[in-house]
């Protein structure tokens, strides 16, 4: 097989069908994946869940991961999220011309060891080349369907006064991953990202109660950016106990040093969730067997005053704001 | 073992908590200097715990914040009439000048390159030949070292597509100039690793204190617990509580550097006008590095906006709270002043941590 993908890989040939054979089908095999013009699924619900992404990180592979684990983990997350257990994945896939056949095996190669581990089929592809320069390495586009658990309603605007503040892990590794490999700083930190698939998790929790008010999944723009659009959605303050958040020594010696809050840092595999404070210390409990969550802590509460703000008891005792989102990360310059 | 250091700190940051806390002195006007300990300062909320009669003033050492507007306008000169590519922090990019940023700039078609480190323009320019590379030259003492070393590693590769737009400053001016409105200043401490602790010193014989601190929250903390201690006693102090970095000689490499390369000039700062000899440019052997001179930058008027109070707020005669556009036509996506923009500036830390 070619050592690069070409235009004529996108042609919709015979080369093209060597590529869905070689790369593709050879990962993504499963019965409902057929050479029809659409798979035909049925569920066993009366209700779904379905979402979609897009993926266009650069560098495409990154310590710990690499862009087609990040397209499996952030579609089922999003799904697991709203209490639905993800199912059926499609996959659309946008390839620079002259991209590494080599590269390309190892990102399908990811989403197939991602997807068994999510428990999920993907049930339907596309493949396109676009010209050089028209894409950076590779796109790609992950759409899902979950089967929503019965009686589960989580929700952004379900936070209430007295509702404990769960993360699922220590936070900020995936952001600072792609940045350090990004930008040339010439800091060398191991740090990799925290990608992983999370169903599993939501699932144990729900095992506990199907009460939580609150999952979501603190991607682009980190846990800070979460808790600020939840105070926001559902008319609360929320308080954090800085000195609980779970963040790894590397990552906060590399932020102390560029400036950055780890709040604002993206994971791509924690997960921030909001219940009755009863349940709290059960549902860590049960977080703490399952390895994406081995570090889960309880980082806060949420409260009647303050609402749409993030407050932070700092490790002197004092409270401040935690700075609201907004513009670009720029570290700082002395 | 480690279980029991850790308590011995925490115990003694305890202990200097309560001090703080239960200081019953005389009042006492403290500034910090530097835009890192105002951010760590905000972010631990360390207002919050201090006695009524402490007042802390944010001063002018967040480098972005004290850059003239007429700098700015320079920048963008060069980026869209002699289209030379801007190598720059990224904290710059945002500060507006008379007419607009570099960010404007960039959006009309100026080539503006963020950088981290003075060395890497330095590299880019020797990588891109075909380009005129100029790197915005600004900061303190922890920073003009480094832009000594991209001038001399420019030189080294012998290449002639670099220069440098000098707007470098050196604080000890700074101090003099501001020491009326401050009872003790709050040092900061990689400035002094490099420069060492000779000008605090003096200071004290002149009549102002000073204490030199680290960026930890427990650094923070104790030179605070040191400051409020020494301050009661009434006679002006000097005290380095930042021993493990900062020797009384400072790093004499990195002086040597910078003399070698630099000498002093005056210059402006924005909110605090001309200071004699508080300023760096390039000796007269290495001008044909000098961005000003190569590219024959005119002169500017940088016009400042009216009503905006930076210049006070780096004075420390004007809270960002008191100023008129405060988080409201000037906030961090649409800062007006250059206090609003840098992650240092004292109106974003006021606007960002709340300004209780």
Redesign the interface.
Known sequence: MDKTVTLAHGAGGKQTNELIDQVFKKHFSNPDLTSDDAAVLSLDTEKIAFTTDGFIVSPQEFPGGNIGKLSICGTVNDLACMGARPRYLSCAFVIEEGYSMEKLERIASAMEKTAAEAGVRIVAGDTKVAGKGQVDGVFITTTGIGTLQEGVRTSGFSARPGDAIIVSGDIGRHGLTILLAREDLGIDAEVTSDCAPLWECVESMLGVTQDIHVIRDATRGGVGTVLYEIAEQSGVGILLDRAKIPVQESVQGVCGMLGLEPLYLACEGRLVVFAPRQYAEKLVEVLHTLKPSAQAAIIGEVTEDQPGRVVVTTEIGAQTLLPPPGGELLPRIC | MIDRIMSKRDKQ?AEE?NEIRSYDGPPVRIMEV???HT?EI????????LPPQVTLISGPGC??CVTPVDYIDKAIYLALEKQVTICT???L?RVPGSQGSLANARAKGGKIQIV??PL?AADYAVEHPEEEVVFLS???E??TPASCLAAKRAREAGISNFSLLVANKTMPSAYRALKDSVDVYLYPG?VNAIMGTDTCRELVQEGVSGVVAG?T?EDI?HAMATILKRYAQGEPFFENCYEQVVKPDGSPGARKLMERWMEACDTEWRGLGVIPGSGMRLKEEFRDMDAEIKFAVPKMQGSAPTACRCGEVLQGKCLPTECGLFGKACN??HPVGACMVS??GACSAYY???SR
């Open positions: 940051k908590l530097c835009g890192t951010h905000f972010k631990l909320g360390v207002r919050q715990i480098p972005v922090f990224g904290d990019v981290y480190s890497d600004v900061g303190f922890t920073t990689h960026f929250a903390i961090p996506l992650g240092e960002n941590y709340g």
